[in-house]
C-alpha cells in the first residue's frame, strides 16, 4: 500500500509554493515541480502533481507522484487501526477531520530516506497525519523525521 497523507489542505496544487518553501526552509531539500494539474480544474480537491525530492539533511532522492483524492471509508478505517497499532492517541481524529488524502506513489528509483522525508514535508503542508504504507502507526512531520534519521543512521 501506498504512503498516505491526510491533509487539511483541500488543494494540493494550490499548496505547493508553501511546499517548497518549506523544502528549502525547514528540510534541507530541493524540491522541483515536474507537473501539476491545472489551478483551474473543475473540483480543487482532486489533483495530481508529480515531484522530484533531494535531501540534503539525508540520503535520499526520487521522483514521487502524488495524487489528491478524498478520504474513504476504508481510510479512515485504516488510520483508526494504524492509531490503535501504534498507540497514536488523537491522531486517528485529526485524519477523520481531514477532507483531502494525498496518495504518494515513487515513480522510478528511489534512494535513501526519500519517501519518509517527503511524507514529513507534506505534512507540513498538510497538517494531518501520515499513514505509512505498512498501516503500523500514524505520525507527524517529526514522526517521519525520526524515521528518516534512523534509516539514515543504520545505512551508515
Known amino acids: 500500500m501506498a504512503t498516505r497523507v491526510f491533509s487539511q489542505q483541500p488543494d494540493l496544487v494550490a499548496a505547493l509554493p508553501q511546499l517548497l518553501a518549506h523544502a528549502r526552509r525547514f528540510f534541507a531539500a530541493q524540491v522541483d515541480v515536474r507537473s501539476a494539474s491545472p489551478p483551474d480544474r473543475a473540483d ?6 508529480t515531484l522530484s525530492f533531494e535531501s540534503a539533511r539525508y540520503p535520499g532522492r526520487g521522483t514521487f507522484g502524488i495524487a489528491s483524492v478524498r478520504p ?6 485504516d488510520a483508526e487501526a494504524a492509531e490503535t497499532r501504534g498507540r497514536a492517541g488523537g491522531m486517528a481524529q ?3 477531520r481531514c477532507q483531502a488524502l494525498w496518495v504518494i506513489t515513487p515513480e522510478g528509483e ?3 530516506s526519500a519517501e519518509l522525508q517527503l511524507s ?5 503542508v498538510a497538517l494531518g497525519p501520515v499513514l505509512p504504507g ?10 517521519a523525521m525520526e524515521r528518516a534519521e534512523k534509516a539514515a543512521q543504520s545505512a551508515n
Open 44 to 49: 480543487l480537491l482532486l489533483a495530481q502533481v
Open 72 to 77: 474513504s471509508p476504508t481510510d479512515l478505517a
Open 94 to 96: 485529526l485524519a477523520a
Open 110 to 112: 528511489i534512494s535513501g
Open 120 to 124: 514529513a514535508l507534506l505534512a507540513s
Open 134 to 143: 505498512d498501516g503500523s502507526t500514524l505520525y507527524g512531520v517529526r514522526g
